[in-house]
């Protein structure tokens, strides 16, 4: 009977064999030796080298070693790839927070600036603030241009569009 995790006792290991199928499993040396395993002690004894190669064969630690490295690599790359998305999802929720800041503050000031009479405008002012608008508005097409190659890269482009909003209660609630 195989195991359906490469860590798992197979059918009929003893538990002592499984302890030390376990103990060459966790060595921290690659290559893993059998050699060193005879070293260890379970249960006050040492195991001779050809009690190990017997269990080894017949338990097929090899095969479930290198499955069980190869699990452990992709637990460990499924942790990195999630890290990684999280960090990009933390970077691009503060950088659309920014940008929408911009663009509420451009917006109240060509709003005050529209109260004023057109010869009251200062042309320069004018000017930086339709800029500064036009630079917020390039910054969210930038982030949602990322996301949409990203999803591209991904495959997920048939994917619904999430949108991104800043919860309420946040540090950035503060408006400007």
Not at 129 to 153: M, Q, T
Request: glycine fraction near 6%.
């Amino acid at each position: 009977m195989a195991s359906t995790h490469p860590g798992e006792r197979l059918a009929g290991e003893t538990d002592l064999a499984y302890h030390y199928f376990c103990l060459y499993r966790d060595q921290a040396q690659r290559p893993r030796s059998l050699r060193e395993l005879c070293q260890q002690e379970v249960n006050g004894k040492k195991r001779s080298l050809k009690v190990m190669g017997r269990w080894s064969a017949q338990y097929r630690w090899q095969e479930r070693v290198s499955e069980w490295d190869l699990a452990e690599s992709h637990r460990q790359l499924a942790q990195l790839v999630a890290k990684r998305q999280a960090d990009i999802e933390a970077f691009a929720q503060e950088d659309f927070f920014i940008s929408k800041g911009v663009q509420r503050l451009t917006s109240k000031k060509i709003s005050a600036l529209m109260t004023g009479s057109p010869a009251q405008v200062n042309a320069t002012e004018l000017r930086q603030v339709v800029l500064a608008y036009d630079v917020s508005r390039s910054w969210l097409k930038d982030l949602i241009g990322f996301f949409s190659e990203e999803a591209n890269r991904l495959g997920t482009s048939d994917l619904e569009p999430v949108e991104v909003s800043v919860s309420a209660g946040s540090a950035h609630d503060n408006n400007p």
